[in-house]
Every structure is written in structure tokens, then in C-alpha cells.
């Protein structure tokens, strides 16, 4: 049965599909609104701007219940005796009408034993008393009659009167009711805050009644705390009318922010998934760079990543492709050799077949094991930790060891520059000693007898320069980068063939790039210009 290939979107893919707003979204807006709430919060508070205007408002009854104690006492009292004075009734009822009226205030007075003898909210009238009230002010619209209401409901909960003792009223009034009045016939001045359920807060304040340093009774004003509660309800409105806008602009530019954030990642994220799911190179990274910012350079190295991952998969399938060439072309000469082998009846020839497969296998074995070493590189370079590594001193002991061992039999290993230079790099000894080993193994193979090797270190400019010649017969001019590549091979003339894989320079100038330096190969001409040898450069970034 055909296996097919499943199309549907990853569950990533689909949650965020579903998003309305992001959750990258909600957290700038929440995390932008938050101080703004706080604060709105806290001023709509204004526990303390309420103090201020109660205080201000009974000293301002203070104020008027002095000068209407003042003015009863000089106009609303009679002496009794010698020495003796009272409050006279209907004068008083008189004054206290008319003082309170244009005050705007209720005035009440006691006499000295606690009687109520006026109130300028009760008229007396045939065989009755009239009760006043001020009438409400005529309905407002409904818009700003559903906007108080709201205000007064979410005003009930800032509000603290609860706590204030209720506002109760008998029909039958005496000092005794009120605490602030008997200060007051006490000698003292006394205010009171009280809690109406209709009305809200009511402010009182007594001040005593006196002729001539004689208390005669006591005056006490009150009024409801509506100018209060209406400069608070303004405050207030004006403070959320101004949050309203802060908000507005909030929210705008949060949204703003969150779209310059959230969209090109989500486009990335999109262009990421295509990239994974898709087929061929048609789908690419959106080019983000032009923002100058994290999500730009963000965007620079996805689109790099896929790039090097592209040119990676490239060269698995390149290098897959010459593996199996350079295998096929060795098995194919097997298999020719083996065939032939069984019919052939001359000894020699049999040998000559026996000595034709056993290089055969040896060259086989030869590019398994330089194949397999070129396949662990990668992941060797990417997992190992530089360290500080002295390029002069390996140079010598390479020099010493060739010199040595005879492996050059023939030749000269000069070691050539300045010992007080340092040639510290920061890289994998052992793969560099490889590097150099391949280099010099390359010039002992291309130089005659009598020839000379030179090596030679210096440090230029933060780069450790490394340089291996040779007295050969050099390189072909345009072969000079082609002699890099996989399983390339431009052999002496005279060595047998087959004994070399080709990787040996293509493993170097990898290693040499994952140090983050550079390889490059040049011929030495001789001052007619005709070539001398060949000359290898290796440039690594100077500890």
C-alpha cells in the first residue's frame, strides 16, 4: 500500500490560525495597561481630596454658625432679670428664617435647657408645622442620568460614610440628639459627620449662643455633603475622561507594538514551517533586515541558517553522489578482475589478476577510511572546544619527525621564520597537525630528489600566516581551486595510481574554515618566470 505524504497543518500551525490576538499580543497590552489602571485606580480613590473638602466645608460652617450665634445674640435676646438674659422666641424664629435662608444652610436653635425653639425648615402654620425641603434639581438627560448612576453605584463602593453614624431625625428635637449641640451649650464649639441614606453625608456644627460671656443657647448648622459629592463626581469624570484618552492612545499603540512584533514573526514562523514542510527552495525567509532591529536580525539569521542548511544538503547529496562514484569505479575493476580469474589457465596471469584485486581492495579500504573520516568531521568540528595551540612549536616537531623517520628520504625540511613571533591560534591540535601532515605529504610526493621543503610561520596583522613549499613541478594554473574539491587527484606522473583517495586536500581546507581561516594553493616562479614549485598558504586568526 502507497504510503501518502500527510498535508495537514502541525497543531502549532493551527492553534495559531485560531488566535484572534496572540498571546504575545495580550501581554504587551496587559503589561502596558496595567500601570495606567493602577493609577486611574488609586486617583479615583481620592479618599484624602475628600478629606480636604469636608474640613473645608465645616470650617466654612463654622464660619456662619459664629456669625449667626453673633447676630442672635445681639438681636434674639431679652433679659429675664438683672443679669438674667434669654433667648426671645419669635425673633429668633425671624432671624434664624432669614439668615439661613440666603446661607443655604439649616440652622437650628436651642435654648439653654435643650428645647428646639427654631428651625428654618418648619413654619408654623394654622395649628400645624410645616415641614421644608429643598426639591431635587429638574432630570437630567438620560445619558448623563445613566452615567451618575453608574458613578454613584461604583462611588458606593469607594466610599467609606458607611462607617459614620446614622442621621436620625425625631419628630420631637432636643439638644440631647445631637452631641455637638450639648458642647455647645457647654461653651465649646462641635462639629459632626453623619451618615443619610438619602441624603448622604451630613455635616453639622454648634457654636454656643452668648450675651455678655453668658450662654443663652446654642445655634447648629448643617447641610448635606452634595457640593462635595459633586466636586468629587467632577474630578472624577474629568480623570477618566483623561484615562479614557490614555487608554485610547494605550491600547493604539499596544497594538501597534504587538503588530510590528508578533505579525513578522508569525510570518517567519509561516516561512519557517513552508521551509520544513515543503519541496525545493521556493520557499524563503521574508528578508526582515531593513528593520535594523532583534526581529531583522532575527530574520538575517534564519534566512542565513536555511541557507547553510540548503548548501549542507547540497553537499551530503554531491558528496553522496562522488562516494559512489569513486566506490564504483574500483568495485567495477573487481568484479572484471574476478570474472577474468576464473577462466584464465596461466599462472602468470592469474597473478597479475590476484595483484590487480588486491589493489583494488587496498584502494578501497583507502577511500572507506578517508570517506568515513570526512563524514565525522563535521560533527568533530562543531562539538570539540578550541583550545590555545602553539603553530610554531607542531611545526618543528613535524619537521623533526620527518627528518627522523626518513619518510622524506631525499629531501631538506627547512623551518624558516622569526622565533620571537607567536603563533598562537585557538583550534584543535590534533586536526591541524593533520592539516599541515596532509600539506607536507603532498609536497614530499611532488618533489624531486634533492628537493626542499620549506616551512615557514609568521604573525601579520592577528593572523598567523603558515606557508609549506615544495621544488615540484608546481600546479596547473587553472587547477588551483580545483584541487580543493572531493576526490580530486592530480598525481606525479611516475606514482602508481589508486594510492591516493583525494580527499586529503578538501579535508584540509575544511578543517581550516571551521578554524575560521582560510587555504589557498599558488605556484613560486622563478625570476624568468618559469615555476619553481608550489606553495601552500594557510591563514588562522591570531590568539
Known amino acids: 500500500m502507497r504510503a501518502e505524504r500527510d498535508i495537514r497543518p502541525s497543531p502549532a500551525r493551527r492553534r495559531s490560525k485560531a488566535r484572534v490576538i496572540s498571546p504575545l499580543s495580550r501581554r504587551i497590552l496587559a503589561v502596558n495597561l496595567l500601570a495606567p489602571v493602577i493609577l486611574v485606580g488609586g486617583l479615583l ?8 473638602l469636608i474640613a473645608a466645608e465645616l470650617e466654612a460652617l463654622r ?13 434674639a435676646v431679652v433679659e429675664g432679670g438683672v443679669g438674667d438674659f434669654q433667648l426671645a422666641k419669635e425673633p429668633s424664629l425671624q432671624m434664624v428664617r432669614r439668615l439661613a435662608e440666603p446661607a443655604g444652610v439649616r440652622a437650628r436653635l436651642f435654648d439653654v435647657n435643650g428645647a428646639l425653639l427654631a428651625d428654618s425648615r418648619r413654619l408654623l402654620g394654622v395649628g400645624s408645622v410645616v415641614q421644608v425641603e429643598d426639591l431635587p434639581p429638574p432630570d437630567e438627560d438620560a445619558a448623563t442620568g445613566l452615567i451618575r448612576n453608574v458613578y454613584d453605584l461604583a462611588a458606593s463602593w469607594l466610599a467609606s460614610d458607611d ?22 451649650l457647654g461653651g465649646e464649639a462641635d462639629s459632626a459627620l453623619r451618615h443619610d441614606k438619602r441624603r448622604g453625608t451630613i455635616l453639622g456644627i454648634a457654636v454656643p449662643v452668648q450675651r455678655y460671656k453668658q450662654i443663652v443657647g446654642a445655634v447648629m448648622l448643617s447641610r448635606t455633603g452634595k457640593d462635595i459629592a459633586d466636586n468629587l463626581y467632577q474630578v472624577r469624570l474629568n480623570i477618566i475622561r483623561v484615562f479614557g484618552v490614555a487608554l485610547g492612545v494605550t491600547v493604539l499603540l499596544s497594538l501597534y507594538m504587538a503588530g510590528t512584533i508578533v505579525r513578522p514573526i508569525r510570518r517567519l514562523a509561516a516561512a519557517a514551517d513552508l521551509v520544513r514542510r515543503g519541496h525545493g527552495r521556493r520557499h524563503a525567509i521574508p528578508d526582515l533586515t531593513a528593520r535594523g532591529d532583534e526581529i531583522g536580525d532575527l530574520s538575517g539569521a534564519l534566512r542565513d541558517m536555511t541557507e547553510a542548511l540548503w548548501r549542507r544538503m547540497d553537499a551530503i547529496e554531491a558528496f553522496a553522489a562522488d562516494v559512489a562514484h569513486e566506490i564504483k569505479n574500483p568495485l567495477t575493476s573487481l568484479r572484471s578482475a574476478v570474472e577474468t580469474v576464473t577462466r584464465v589457465r596461466d599462472p602468470d596471469q592469474q597473478k597479475r589478476l590476484v595483484a590487480i ?34 603553530v610554531r612549536a607542531m611545526l618543528e616537531t613535524l619537521v623533526e619527525v620527518y627528518r627522523s623517520t626518513g619518510a622524506g628520504e631525499g629531501l ?15 583550534g584543535m591540535e590534533d586536526r591541524l597537525v593533520q592539516v599541515f601532515r596532509n600539506l607536507i605529504a603532498n609536497a614530499i610526493s611532488f618533489s624531486p630528489q634533492g628537493g626542499t621543503i620549506r616551512l615557514r610561520g609568521a604573525r601579520e596583522a592577528g593572523v598567523v600566516r603558515v606557508e609549506v613549499e615544495d621544488d615540484g613541478p ?4 587553472n587547477k588551483l581551486e580545483d584541487i580543493f574539491q572531493r576526490f580530486y587527484s592530480e598525481r606525479p606522473k611516475a606514482e602508481k595510481f589508486g594510492i591516493h583517495s583525494g580527499l586529503g586536500l578538501s579535508i584540509s581546507k575544511q578543517i581550516v574554515e571551521a578554524h575560521g581561516g582560510t587555504i589557498r594553493a599558488e605556484n613560486r616562479l622563478h ?13 588562522l586568526p591570531a590568539q
Open 412 to 426: 631538506v625540511f627547512a623551518l624558516e621564520g622569526n622565533p620571537a613571533d607567536s603563533l598562537k591560534v585557538a
Open 45 to 52: 480613590y481620592l479618599d484624602r481630596y475628600k478629606q480636604g
Open 163 to 184: 462607617v459614620l453614624p446614622e442621621y436620625v431625625e425625631r419628630p420631637a428635637q432636643s439638644a440631647g440628639d445631637y452631641p455637638e449641640v450639648m458642647r455647645a
Open 357 to 390: 584485486i588486491q589493489d583494488d581492495v587496498e584502494r578501497l579500504n583507502r577511500l572507506i577510511s578517508d570517506i568515513s573520516d570526512a563524514s565525522r568531521l563535521d560533527a568533530e568540528l562543531s562539538r570539540t572546544d578550541m583550545e590555545p595551540v602553539d
Open 527 to 539: 625570476p624568468d618566470g618559469s615555476v619553481a614549485g608550489a606553495r601552500f598558504v594557510v591563514r
Open 474 to 477: 608546481g600546479i596547473p594554473p
Open 63 to 75: 464660619t456662619q454658625a459664629e456669625m449667626f450665634a453673633a447676630a442672635i445674640g445681639e438681636g
